[in-house]
């Protein structure tokens, strides 16, 4: 059995650039034959929009639609979105995460309450209403994927307060996993990829070093691409995947499995 999305309607969020992990997601997708709709952070300038949208073109989305996850009104409007035009929703792709700059240098006890408080909300929050609002759109079998990295498990210099978010959003995917397998046999899995240079990375201190150390000491002695994890995230999407929720799955050269 080959792997193939026709027919599939899948929403991806996340995508900011042609560096995005998103945009690597939302290409393997679309190859394996999946409807898109795609989201973009609206701006006041419509900068983001602009871009994003002319990036994705070539994908052909059938919904194109403005998500910021700090405002309900606009997450509804996204799943009445999805309703109207599609009746049903078979994958969900949430690649979001932000913490300030100020955040992801030097000590994790400077964290203010208001920096905490955001890159929890955005990172490891938004996943929940997300599910909720698309609870009853989700088809028999639908997947959910978000993605999230080894600092949730190991303190990774200057991961800081994003290294907490993720650990919060991988205990989010094992009872999301537990809420929406029952009914439907909705899966919910994560894809901790290795670092890659993104816009988001790049606010991370020491990212490049980071990027190195990969390369040296893991097992297939390079990091990974926005391919590979679009590769695993279609797979997780597919029918392939059909026994596999509420995991993490590693897509980072082996470099997980190291002692040091």
Known sequence: MLLDLKGKK????????????AWGIAQ??????????????????????????????????SLFLPLDVQDSRQIEEVF?????????????VHCLAFAGKEELVGDYSATTPEGFARALEISAYSLAPLCKHGKNLFSQGAGVVTLTYLGAERAIPNYNVMGVAKAAL???????????????????????????????????????????????????????????????????????????????????????????
């Open 80 to 92: 009445n979105s999805v309703e109207k035009e599609w009746g049903q929703l078979d994958g969900l």
């Open 170 to 260: 991988e205990a989010s995917v094992r009872y999301l996993s537990a809420e929406l397998g029952p009914e439907k046999e909705v899966r919910v899995n994560a894809i901790s990829a290795g670092p890659i240079r993104t816009l988001a990375s790049s606010a991370i201190g020491g990212i490049l070093e980071m990027i190195h150390n990969v390369e040296e000491k893991a097992p297939l002695r390079r990091t990974v691409t926005q391919t590979e994890v679009g590769n695993t995230a279609a797979f997780l999407l597919s029918d392939l995947s059909s026994g596999i929720s509420g995991q993490t799955i590693y897509v980072d050269s082996g470099y997980c499995i190291n002692g040091m």
């Open 10 to 21: 899948i929403l991806v969020t996340g995508i900011a650039n042609n560096r995005s992990i």
């Open 28 to 61: 393997q997708l679309h190859a394996a034959g999946a409807e898109l709709g795609i989201t973009y952070l609206p701006d006041a300038k419509g900068r983001f929009e602009s871009k994003v949208k002319e990036l994705t073109s070539p994908l052909n989305p």
